[in-house]
């Protein structure tokens, strides 16, 4: 009887251990990221927090407030992040195709190793400007839900679109692309 009554108690435990599993997946699946990400598909321009962070890429450090008259492209990674791997080479081109056009893609990283970031760059060879937020001190004022999040923000620094996940489908470019059109011409 006591077997049976720990066997049952098992079963009982391991089944509410798939049931918060399942729950944290649907959770994740179904994040439309923070409140700029939900103003922003809500039409709304928030005003982007800014920050002024070490830059990995230079010497120095970068506040995100002096790029106004720029789009922004503003990536949030980081090296251990699949699918941030998956998008980088994307994020590359995007950058070395409108750069010339007052197109600035920053790529943010946090919760993550200096020397992980350095080498993440240095192996998708990326030149765009790169910041350092090892302990992600930054990411909670922007509402990022996960890694990756893309936000796209116009010449004044406010929220034109963001995009949650990866930037790697097709749909998910070409949304980019118009968001980056869009803050182009505000």
Do not use: H
């Amino acid at each position: 009887m006591a077997r049976r009554a720990k066997l049952a108690g098992q079963g009982v435990a391991i089944g509410l251990v798939v049931l918060l599993f399942a729950l944290l997946a649907w959770s994740l699946a179904s994040s439309e990221g923070g409140d700029l990400a939900s103003a922003a598909a809500r039409g709304d321009r928030p005003q982007a927090p800014d920050f002024t962070l070490e830059r990995l890429d230079a010497d120095g450090e970068l506040t995100l407030s002096s790029l106004r008259g720029k789009a922004v492209v503003l990536n949030v990674w980081a090296s251990w992040c699949i699918p941030c791997k998956e998008e980088a080479p994307y994020l590359e081109r995007l950058w070395r195709e409108n750069r010339g056009r007052g197109v600035v893609v920053v790529g943010l990283d946090a919760k993550d190793f200096r020397k992980d970031a350095l080498a993440f760059a240095e192996r998708f060879d990326l030149t765009f400007p790169l910041v350092y937020d090892g302990p992600g001190e930054t990411l909670a004022r922007f509402g990022v839900t996960g890694f990756p999040e893309t936000f796209v923000l116009d010449r004044d620094g406010r929220v034109v679109d963001v995009l949650v996940g990866a930037v790697n489908a097709d749909a998910d470019r070409a949304r980019l692309e118009r968001a980056v059109e869009r803050a182009l011409a505000s």
